[in-house]
Nanobody
């Protein structure tokens, strides 16, 4: 069982930056692939970024590629999402997710554990 708690959301102007963190409890964190998803009002949850167990492989949605960076610190049981050059369309609730896998999936149905989400609002 893994429990995930996100933090770091907030309000930022367009062009600004935010850093999200997701702290995981439970054992064997390094066995889990981690992902960040987001859900805007009235829209379906969508993939943003994923990272494999070691942190050596990452995957990004086209909409965030070049602006967002996912990373992890297995010693701290934490995964991060650095978001730069934010746009109003990045406004959403951001969720972190975990699955015990050597892959780094982009489908939300492939993840077993979810955090409660943190709100990111980008003003124009």
């Amino acid at each position: 069982q893994v429990q995930l708690v996100e933090s770091g959301g907030g309000l930022v102007q367009a062009g600004g930056s935010l850093s999200l963190s997701c702290a995981a409890s439970g054992r064997f964190f390094r066995s889990y692939a981690m992902g960040w998803f987001r859900q805007a009002p009235g829209k379906e949850r969508e993939f943003a970024a994923a990272i494999n167990w070691s942190g050596g492989i990452t995957n990004y949605a086209d909409s965030v590629k070049g602006r967002f960076t996912i990373s992890r610190d297995n010693a701290k049981n934490t995964v991060y999402l650095q978001m730069n050059s934010l746009k109003p369309e990045d406004t959403a609730v951001y969720y972190c997710a975990a699955v015990r896998s050597y892959a780094y999936p982009s489908g939300s149905s492939q993840y077993d554990y979810w955090g409660q989400g943190t709100q990111v609002t980008v003003s124009s």
